[in-house]
């Protein structure tokens, strides 16, 4: 069987009992609290993994009031505090396996444990030979920070709904949860907005290198939600502006300052676009785009951008986000922000998210000690548009080279000079798709290194080694095989 210590993200504790195999048989139920749907319905999802490759039937049944004697059990009792809300304590004897946590997404996340310790086999969709092996133990577990994400670019180059599912399931492998879609740059509008209807049939009519484009129609974008949900991720949408709204402005010539609209951007430069920040309409505007993109948005979090905004002044700059802020506020929702938003007033919950490549930065120190988060994705550990070596097909390299010992080798909670760990809201690897047009790419770019940044988000500093990750992260190659995700063998690991 698969050892304990062969996790990715490795977990808080995990202690092997040796000489102590679980085998999952024709017999074994996986059982689900009683009277929980989200029990049920993680149950439903686990058997859905391992139905097609055991080819065992796995009923889902609601758990007893006492803990199954035999089996998988999904409960929501028992588990210990300090496994908080995304936690889980995770039992395997020879005669059961006992998930236990104190949130639905703590068994979500104990469920990920639980599939990476079977053989990569599992992860099949066809009939495998056996056995059906977990090695014996005991794991308590919970992540170091709340903030674990992902970001994915489709306005350079849009993504269809099956694109975006397929890439949830990933991060849903490595406890991902946060997945922010750069829904709107220059070369692309990607969601429909009823009340701008231009912005996307317009606007989202092309991309990067002038293919067809494409957009979100708004039950895509709730279907995206709610797929997501289910796989307790969280979608952040980022309406990216001032800047990197040449999509926008060329759908409306009113938006613009002299009412003429620009033509339609294919290229890959930035900084050249601005919206008008003195026209009253520009704030209309933003409005009931954020108003309608907020009612779609269950989740907390809505990125406004504010990055790159060499075509707006430095005052202006600073009154458009300051308003464009409370707009945000307005709607529920609180604000995420590149990081240059600290230029401006961010409002106390506005959370910054650090993408530069240095490790000092005077202004994001300033509002970290003022009490501002900070979100940290530095371009040079965590932009997995970067290439991993100067002969990658794919990517850029403005921040440098990124392999896996880069992407891993660093402590975002010390990592940025006045931001300490309890400034720092968490991590996200963002994918910038100016040169990504194909899931293959996305999984070329995203794997190996996208793991490694799930780790940094999830497991304790203690636990940090990059020798023993790499083993670890190794062994993940077959699991990605199977799974059909063409992953690069970067040369800094030895994959199985
Ligand atoms: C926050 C940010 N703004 C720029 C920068 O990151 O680099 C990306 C490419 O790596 C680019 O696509 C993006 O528009």
Redesign the pocket.
């Known amino acids: 069987p698969v050892p304990l210590s062969s996790v990715v993200p490795i977990p808080v504790s995990a202690t092997a009992t040796s000489g102590v195999t679980h085998t999952l048989t024709a017999a074994t139920k996986i059982y689900a609290q009683s009277g929980s749907t989200p029990a049920s319905d993680i149950g439903g999802y686990l058997a859905a993994i391992l139905r097609p490759s055991t080819g065992l039937p796995l009923p889902v049944v609601p758990a007893p009031n006492s803990a199954p004697a035999d089996g998988i059990a999904l409960l929501l009792t028992g588990a210990p505090a300090a496994v908080g809300a995304q936690g889980y304590q995770l039992d395997i004897t020879a005669a059961n396996v006992t998930l236990r946590a104190n949130q639905p997404a703590g068994l979500f996340a104990g469920v990920q444990t639980l599939r990476q310790l079977l053989p990569p086999a599992v992860e099949s969709t066809t009939v495998q030979p056996g056995p059906w092996e977990i090695a014996g133990g005991h794991i308590v577990d919970y992540p170091r920070f709340g903030y674990r994400g992902a970001m994915l ?1 489709v306005a ?1 180059h849009f993504f269809g709904v099956a694109a975006v599912r397929r890439y949830i399931d990933q991060l849903a492998l490595y406890k991902v949860n946060y997945l922010h879609l750069h829904l709107a ?1 220059d070369q692309g509008w990607r969601i429909a907005i009823n009340s701008w209807p231009n912005l996307a049939v317009y606007g989202g009519s092309t991309a990067v290198g002038g293919g067809p484009g494409g957009y979100y129609t708004q039950a895509d974008y709730s279907g995206l939600v709610a797929y997501a949900a289910s796989r307790y991720i969280t979608i952040i949408p980022e309406i990216d502006m001032p800047g ?1 709204t040449n999509a926008a402005l060329a759908s409306y010539a009113q938006l613009n300052c002299n009412g003429v609209a620009p033509p339609l951007y294919t290229g890959t430069n ?1 900084g050249f676009s601005s919206l008008c920040v003195p026209l009253e309409l520009t704030y209309t505007f933003i409005d009931q785009v954020i108003g309608e993109l907020a009612a779609l948005t269950p989740g907390p979090y809505l990125h406004i951008g504010g ?2 905004a060499s075509s707006t002044t430095p005052a202006d700059y600073t009154t458009f986000i300051n308003r464009v802020q409370q707009i945000v506020a307005a709607h529920g929702k609180t604000v995420l922000g ?1 990081h240059d938003v600290v230029h401006a007033t961010p409002l106390p919950s506005t959370v910054a998210q650090f ?1 530069g490549t240095t490790t000092t930065d005077s202004a994001v120190a300033a509002a970290a000690a003022a009490g501002t988060k900070v979100l940290m994705s530095p ?1 040079n550990r965590t ?1 997995l ?2 290439k991993y070596r100067n002969n990658t097909r794919l990517g ?1 390299k ?2 440098g080279l990124i392999d896996v010992n880069q992407a891993y080798g660093w402590n975002p909670g010390n990592y940025l000079g006045g931001v300490g760990e309890t400034s720092v809201l968490g991590v996200e690897a ?1 994918l ?1 798709t ?1 040169t990504i047009r194909t899931t293959a790419d996305i999984d070329f770019m995203a794997f190996p290194r996208l793991p490694a940044i799930a780790e940094l988000g999830w497991s304790a500093y203690a636990t940090h080694d990059l020798t023993v990750f790499k083993t670890r992260l190794g062994a993940q190659g077959p699991r990605w095989r199977v799974m059909g995700i063409n992953y690069y063998h970067s040369t800094q690991v030895t994959w199985p």
Do not use: F, G, L, T
Request: no cysteine; aromatic share 26%.
């Open positions: 670019d350079r740059d990197h930035v990055d790159e590149w993408w371009a932009y548009d970067m850029q403005w921040a963002p910038w100016e």
